[in-house]
């Protein structure tokens, strides 16, 4: 198959950063300028090709990631717009897993904020060169030198402008290319920007000019030796040589070049264009991807050329109205054609490509293949989720997987009447699909559906999106916290089941002890009966009947835990015995002998670990505090406190929301279940009082 563009031109770029930080408007000014788009769309006005979800319409935010393909200067750059909100990470997390390279933009006035901080360590932790872009020059407060600071501090990047700026704020005017040493000037029309002019670096800011040129071409230097050596000569190197010493060096990692502009206004976007064309790496820049053989462990190594066998990675699964389920895939290598037959290596399973397309946020463009370097969707692969690898049958490799952090809140959905029922089963598990951070679980002691994700934002959205996109009648509450319950002490009590109405009666009779287990240990029967005084089958019947009455306890109506029950003594009667009636009474039996030895709720503990910028140490302390936790530990890591604890689980809904607030965004927290323990006599009758309401309310 014809190559329309050499895989040396091809470039799989993301654009991530903070929450309004200007992501969509950079990304629908690249598509204006390069005539994929003749209309500008603005976010505010709900009109963004890119943010195409009514949801992200009417909210003015990015909500899913958006793939698109466009051109410039025989380039072909396939972009992906990510969301800024931390609810949506997981967006970025598949994103970086299947870029080349990424523009970081920030905000002139706001600076590395919390989530481009995240986004950056994801950037890192996948490898990704990136070029930053200080947006937003013309607001208020606007401070290129400062923002180049921060990321360099908080950052820890080696960061280098490759333009200054003309002015700041509402004096800002264009920018002066440092490799080009030229001032290019944008229109100050009201629709302006858009008409550009080259001229002379001006007088008043030569010396600033050369300062900046200076630097950026010493700290190129230091990254390649035949620089350095016309740098100490005092030898002004050639352009080309600049520009391919900054692209050698943001490919390794090692450089950041630093560009800036006021994308709203149109400034400084064909600049960044440029430099997505010279510095970030295209598909041959970067080592061959590296997968498992199915049959053992051993690497294996695809190298990004259309001859080689297929290897594609599938980062995305969206539901779509009219094509059913599309799911977006990287090519690493090979080339991957409509209607061929595929290998799903992670599932085992073939399945039939349908159609191709390149896509354009949600509109779509068919194409024949899909060749080695290149993203775009597919329509077809039913079994197929994210993270699963795509290959041919006679060369199967299995790519590395994507990691997505685990939810951190829930809220229980029940359907608003009957007829919702199916539906509601159907939209959740295609939301499932769709979203690897949304997690759908039965809960069969509670009998409701918990839906769980990043934060309320997201189950906000997904509320959202279940009763428009799928109609379906939703309420939605706080899930129920799984309490137990179990005793206190240790007694022998002794039953007798005793029942007589006329023809064959029922006769059981048994002596016994209760006492607590150890956490954790669960039930345990035993028995000491000696000289035949209860036969084995009846001694199961009074275990079972133990155990129904244990699935609901006597105090709380929730399942017991940690008893162990001993029978030591007992008779039975020649006709009226049965197991029926041992089972009686053990059941019966036990729940009167609980009485006696004191019953007490048990809630699950969890074990959590905050971690936060040191300065907020003390308000997570005293939000762990109020919420009944206990501080186990306090470590410091890279600047940040580690603070680890235990915290029950019904005092933790909301708890993201609030670190949020308290952290200004920039504290995390992971959580998981550590054991039962009791509950404080005072909050435990408040408690049973309400479960008790919930289940006549049944």
Request: a negative charge.
């Amino acid at each position: 198959m014809t190559r329309v563009t050499p895989i040396d031109h091809v470039r799989n770029v993301g654009v991530m950063a903070h929450i309004d930080a200007g992501k969509t408007t950079v990304t629908e000014r690249v598509l204006f300028f390069t005539g994929k788009r003749h209309k500008l769309g603005e976010v505010h006005d709900g009109e963004a090709a890119m943010d195409w979800m009514i949801q992200e319409q009417e909210r003015g935010i990015t909500i899913t990631s958006a793939a698109t393909t466009t051109y410039w200067r025989d380039h072909r750059i396939n972009i992906i717009d990510t969301p800024g909100h931390v609810d949506f990470t997981a967006e970025v997390e598949r994103s970086l897993r299947v870029l080349d390279g990424t523009i970081a933009l920030f905000c002139a006035v706001g600076g590395v904020q919390p989530q481009a901080e995240t986004v950056w360590r994801q950037a890192e932790k996948y490898r990704v060169p990136r070029i930053a872009f200080v947006n937003k020059m013309d607001r208020t407060g606007a401070d290129f030198e400062r923002v180049v600071e921060e990321i360099r501090e908080e950052l820890g990047a080696n960061a280098v402008p490759v333009v200054i700026p003309i002015g700041a704020e509402s004096e800002f005017r264009g920018i002066i290319d440092l490799v080009d040493m030229k001032a290019i000037y944008y229109d100050d029309l009201p629709n302006g920007g858009a008409a550009i002019r080259e001229e002379d670096i001006p007088e008043h800011m030569m010396d600033l000019a050369r300062a900046a040129e200076e630097r950026m071409i010493e700290m190129i230097s230091e990254q390649d030796d035949r620089l350095m050596e016309k740098f100490i000569e005092g030898v002004v190197p050639e352009r080309s040589e600049v520009v391919r010493a900054i692209r050698k060096a943001t490919i390794a990692g090692r450089f950041i070049p630093v560009l800036c502009g006021a994308a709203f206004k149109n400034k400084g976007v064909r600049r960044l264009l440029d430099a997505v064309v010279d510095y970030l790496p295209s598909p041959l820049d970067l080592p061959p991807v590296i997968g498992t053989c199915t049959e053992s462990d051993l690497e294996l190594l695809r190298k990004p050329q259309d001859t080689a066998p297929l290897a594609a990675l599938a980062f995305k699964v969206q539901a779509d109205k009219h094509m059913g389920k599309l799911t977006y895939v990287r090519v690493y290598s090979g080339v991957l054609e409509a209607g061929a037959h595929v290998y799903n290596s992670s599932r085992d399973k073939m399945q039939r490509v349908g159609r191709l397309f390149e896509m354009h946020a949600n509109d779509r463009e068919a194409v024949d293949a899909l060749q080695a370097g290149h993203v775009g969707a597919v329509v077809g692969l039913a079994e197929t989720r994210t993270g699963d690898t795509i290959c041919s049958r006679e060369h199967p490799i299995v790519l590395e997987s994507i990691e997505f952090p685990a939810p951190v809140i829930g809220v229980a959905v029940s359907p608003a009447s009957r007829d919702d029922r199916d539906k509601l089963s159907k939209a959740l598990q295609r939301l499932a699909e769709e979203d690897p951070t949304f997690i759908v679980k039965s809960n069969q002691e509670t009998g409701e559906v918990v839906i769980s994700g990043m934060g309320e934002l997201h189950l906000e959205i997904i509320l959202d999106r279940l009763r428009r996109e799928f109609g379906v009648g939703v309420d939605s509450d706080t899930p129920q916290v799984a309490y137990r319950e179990t005793i206190l002490g240790a007694v022998e009590h002794e039953y007798r089941h005793v029942k007589q109405t006329g023809g064959r009666g029922q006769y059981a009779h048994m002596k016994f002890r209760v006492e607590p287990a150890n956490p954790g240990a669960g039930f345990q029967f035993e028995d000491t009966i000696t000289g035949g005084k209860i036969t084995r089958e009846y001694l199961n019947a009074i275990e079972r009947g133990i155990v129904d009455e244990m699935a609901e306890g006597p105090y709380a109506g929730v399942p017991m835990v940690d008893v162990i029950v001993t029978v030591f003594d007992g008779s039975m009667h020649d006709v009226d015995s049965s197991e029926q009636a041992f089972r009686a009474c053990g059941k019966m039996g036990f729940r009167e002998a609980c009485k006696k030895a004191g019953l007490q709720l048990l809630e699950p503990l969890m074990s959590v670990e905050v971690t936060a910028p040191e300065d907020y140490t003390g308000a997570i302390t005293g939000s762990l505090c109020s919420k009944r936790g206990r501080i186990q530990g306090m470590d410091t890591k890279g600047g940040a406190t580690i603070l680890q604890g235990f915290v029950p689980l019904a005092e933790m809904f909301g708890y993201a929301s609030e670190l949020r607030n308290v952290t200004s965004g920039r504290g995390t927290f992971t959580m998981h279940f550590e054991h039962y323990q009791a509950v404080p006599f005072s909050i435990a009758e408040e408690i049973v009082e309400k479960l008790r309401e919930n289940r006549k309310n049944k």
